[in-house]
């Protein structure tokens, strides 16, 4: 670690992995990254993390503060800092320039876009280190980030509110409120956290939503409907939001001057192509799905959900629509792991991740 010692590295590792968790959805297609200048005997000088997209970086963040003027100083960064022209110029460019002779970096870029970063510095004489021990913690602040990076596909976390005996509602085709204040809350701070909400036409029509972020301050996710016929009531609430419909049906050329957004699958309804696109052209990183059942299915069938949060209520339906059958039932148990669970008021939150 060159002079510094190595407890000072981490310390001031630990310190740029939190503030990178200041960043909010509003960075991408940027990763979230946190950064800190500090001085050899660890005193901090500046730090920073990702703005949104076409505003600094972390590292550039941290720089201004001190007017990119930090000769003979550190800095420990959570992600190797980009080495290419985009809205921005290079970080690995404006940390030379600035004087910074040492970096430390948590974990290499896999964008072969940015990447580059570590090689110019030391190609500068800037010592540059990668510390171990910090690359899973940053790979799951930035889990949107690099599941685009690695499959052109956006996150996939699918929400799903149940009775404690496995019911989402106790009456189908009406809706249902099963969870408490605290639980709701949550999700809308789930929802602030990605970048678009998705659902089917028949919850539209049957809730009337608008799937945006309430009970929080937080960003409106862009609204994605999905509705294969295109079933959908074009006087819902949702409507007056833009949001993008995806549908097999060539009945939307009628009304594309409502402004509403579409993705018009060709080749049957194919979940995966749709995701494609919404990543691809409509720039989507990260998808909360919150239903209906079929939908949630639908996704699942496919292996297209990298990650389930369940909500289960205290609440007893004994009759209902379930959300699983007993196929739907073996696949969620061969695919997905429990990996936490948490008391949200009344309600028990279980999170299961992909194995």
């Known amino acids: 670690m060159g002079e510094i010692p190595e407890n ?3 310390e001031m590792m630990k310190r740029a992995v939190g503030l990178s968790k200041k960043a909010t959805v509003k960075t991408y297609p940027n990763p979230k990254v946190g950064a800190v200048i500090f001085d050899d005997s660890g005193k901090i000088i500046s730090q920073g993390w990702t703005q949104e997209y076409g505003s600094d970086h972390a590292e550039a963040d941290a720089l201004r503060k001190i007017a990119f003027k930090a000769p003979g100083l550190n800095m420990a960064v959570t992600l190797e800092p980009c080495n290419h022209y985009g809205k921005t110029p290079p970080c690995a460019k404006a940390i030379f320039e600035a004087g910074i002779k040492r970096v430390f970096v948590a974990k290499e870029e896999e964008n072969k876009k940015a990447s580059g970063g570590i090689a110019f510095l030391r190609q500068n004489g800037v010592e540059t280190f990668v510390v171990k021990g910090f690359a899973d913690v940053v790979e799951e602040i930035n889990c949107f980030f690099f ?9 996939v976390t699918a ?8 019911f989402i509602t106790d009456k189908v085709g009406e809706r249902c409120v099963i969870t408490g204040f ?3 809350k949550y999700v809308h701070k789930l929802r602030s956290e990605h970048s678009a909400i998705a659902v089917g036409a028949n919850t539209v029509n049957i809730d009337d939503p608008m799937l945006t972020v309430r009970l929080i301050e937080g960003f409106d996710p862009q609204a994605v409907i999905f509705s294969r016929n295109f079933s959908v009531d074009l006087n819902a609430q949702i409507m007056k939001r833009s949001p993008i419909i995806v549908t097999s049906s060539q009945k939307v050329h009628e009304i594309k001057a409502q402004g509403i957004k579409f993705i018009i699958l060709k080749n049957g309804f194919s979940l995966k192509e749709a995701l494609t696109q919404l990543f691809t052209e409509h720039k989507i990183n990260s998808i909360l799905l919150e239903g209906g059942a079929d939908l949630v299915k639908a996704f699942m069938n496919e292996g297209l959900i990298d990650e389930m949060q369940l909500i289960v209520s205290e609440k007893t339906f004994g009759c209902g629509l ?12 061969n695919s997905f792991h429990l990996t936490h669970s948490e008391k949200l008021g009344g309600d028990l939150l279980k999170i299961y991740r992909v194995k």
């Open 182 to 184: 605290e639980a709701q």
């Open 8 to 10: 000072i590295v981490t």
């Open 147 to 155: 599941k685009g990076v690695r499959t052109n596909l956006p996150w």
């Open 159 to 166: 929400k799903v509110a149940l009775s404690s005996d496995g």
């Open 322 to 333: 379930p959300l699983f059958e007993e196929e739907t039932k073996k696949i969620f148990e």
